[in-house]
């Protein structure tokens, strides 16, 4: 099994910038994609990013331009840099490991707002 603690969220206001970790642990060495994804209240949860062990990275058309996934594989930990933030990026964000999801943790929050 894999074990995932996100954190870094917190309240920022629009424009701003966060960057996100998620760090692994436990059967890490199948890793081959990371990913991040986000709930915003009363919405599905929607990837946002991610990135292979290649380094090969895709973004949901949202945060396209505004964010970059990172990985340290050293660390086995995964980074979400996001900058101009907007209100719309208010959400828990969790980090997973797609195809084949593990456990969620328990997500950290990012609040936009003035």
């Known amino acids: 099994q894999v074990h995932l603690v996100e954190s870094g969220g917190g309240l920022v206001q629009p424009g701003g910038s966060l960057r996100l970790s998620c760090a692994a642990s436990?059967?890490?060495?199948?890793?081959?994609?990371m990913a991040w994804y986000r709930q915003a209240p009363g919405k599905q949860r929607e990837l946002v990013a991610r990135?292979?062990?290649?380094?090969?990275?895709n973004y949901a058309d949202s945060v396209k331009g505004r964010s970059t996934i990172s990985r340290d594989t050293a660390k086995n930990t995964v980074y979400l840099q996001m900058s101009s933030l907007k209100p719309d990026d208010t959400a828990v964000y969790y980090c997973?490991?797609?195809?084949?999801?593990?456990?969620w943790g328990q997500g950290t929050q990012v609040t936009v707002s003035s």
């Open positions: 997973n490991t797609p195809p084949i999801l593990s456990r």
């Open positions: 990135i292979t062990s290649g380094g090969s990275t």
């Open positions: 436990g059967s890490i060495f199948s890793i081959n994609v």
